[in-house]
């Protein structure tokens, strides 16, 4: 069995940073793709763009995703990912600055599995992404691949 | 729409024959009792001329005891048809002489003359007997006594009665055309006037008028100011619905300012919490990467400086957050319902106790408090009321907080959040409730200096009041209605 990939939907060159390291400093060693807008995000799970011909079967345990994107946002992803019958039943935790009531209403509204927020002080990010890897890496079993091919 | 109309001329027409008859009636009855009076008054200085010719007449007759003589002067009467009977006494009372018109043999009753006087007269029913002395040389000879008929003057009554009942009927046909005329020229604009105010209050047109009579009296008076007044109102309901509309359009334009203005508020506190809070991440996590992964490479000095950048990143994380609450607070629907007072503040004391386990205060919440307000805005209020407290009771040994609830005779339930703790210098009161006010060194308390303002305006935005009281190291109280 592959090693799970997690996807991260983050524009932010610092923020990509600072979840790698965070990930790192977790020891959580699985593969990270990083998409850098919500067009990226999309043609790497559809294998369109310069993803074209990615075997989409290969899909990710997790999707990492910030809402304030270049192209398409955050909420656009998901509503395309979940309109998709191959990625609709994909865990997906939005990650984001924001704790505005009206982004975790949409959010959720559009079938995201968690929302958390991105604390200021290191510490507590550090805390958190081990959280999520902790949950949903090692505890969280996903839907099975039904209607792939 | 006639009804009114009939009614007026009706009345108008009634009044006028009433007065005309009643003064047709006044003074032919004026005019009848006069003339009787004058009628009679003819009649008795008549029948006593008569009288006094037969009494000079008859004193040779008398004299001479011829009442032959008598009789023949007494029949001359018989020329006058009202005469019914006549007759000579002698001084002495004996009957002398008789004159009696045919079909009568009645002597009437008889007045008497008194002393003195030259003669009587006495009205019986239907006739009038007058006596008179007949004197000679101051001597009484004997009395002359006429009788005389006055079925004349019932006769003049009749005549009298029949010419008022004509010119009686002659005055009402009269009174009817003039009132019809008066109708015509007086009640028609009148009523035409009553019609027009009816139909405006009905319908509510005031730019309707009513049409001058053309003639110069009080009726074109009265025309032409009801015209004025329909006129004033009608400029005056132009006026009200001109500025009506004008209002509601300059309500609608501040409604969609304020909206616009209040999107904007929006928009900019959502990129504030999306925007401005990253590259804090960023200053707070690469400080924190530089403190682990060059650690031999910084001095002690150097590790200072990146833990106060640190500190700061974290406090301006934690403004950011505080003023966007302060925004939402006040953007935030309020939607009031019963909330249960004490058991939030108690489940608020459970968390600042598991927050600090260490430290030991005494918290003492009324049981049973209820209030009316919105439950989310409610907590965020004692929240900050009670952490305040946890906080400035922090250098106490035993401290205390106590929530309860003070009923004023009449007033609203006022709400209290008491402490032992630092207090503040009174002076000072007024500058608490301002957005980044602080009373403390921020190395004695920690804090934003956001809670009280936030405080404030879900107070003020639920119709009520806080205030507080203090003295240094005294403890605080805080109050509130809601």
Known sequence: ?149 | MRLPNQKLSRNVTLINLLVSAAALLLACAAFVGYDQISFRRSMVSEVSVRAQIIASNSVSAILFNDATSARSTLSALSASADVMWAGICTAQGKSFALYQRTGTDRVPALPSIAPGQMQSVLFGNGDIVLARAIIFRGRSLGTVYVESDLSTIAQRRKEYAAIALAVLLASMVAALLVSWLFAKSVADPIVGLAALTRDITEHKDYSARAIPTGRNDEVTLLIGSFNDMLGQIERRDRALREARADLERRVEERTAQLTHANKELESFSYSVSHDLRAPLRSIDGFSQALLEDYDAKLDAAGKDYLRRIRASAQRMGVLIDDLLNLGRVSRATIQKEKVDATALAESIAADLRRAQPGREVEFRIEKGMEAWADPGLLRIVLDNLLNNAWKFTSKRGHASIEFGLRRDNGGPACYFVRDNGAGFDPKYADRLFGAFQRLHAMTDFAGTGVGLATVQRIITRHGGSVWAESAVDQGAVFYFTL
């Open chain 1, 1 to 149: 069995m592959r090693e799970a990939v997690i996807l991260l939907v983050e524009d932010n060159p610092d923020d990509e940073a600072l979840t790698l390291r965070a990930l790192k400093k977790n020891n959580i060693q699985n593969e990270v793709v990083v998409a850098r807008d919500g067009r990226e995000a999309l043609d790497y799970l559809f294998g369109e763009g310069i993803y074209e011909g990615r075997d989409v079967r290969v899909k990710p345990q997790v999707i990492l995703l910030d809402l304030k994107l270049p192209k398409l946002d955050g909420f656009e992803v998901l509503r395309a990912m979940r309109g998709n019958e191959h990625t609709r039943l994909l865990p997906v935790v939005i990650l984001t600055s924001s704790n505005e009531e009206r982004d975790r209403i949409n959010g959720y509204g559009l079938g995201a599995n968690s929302y958390v927020r991105k604390p200021v002080e290191f510490g507590e990010f550090i805390e958190a992404v081990k959280q999520l890897g902790l949950y949903w890496l090692i505890l969280n079993q996903i839907a099975p691949a039904a209607g792939v091919l």
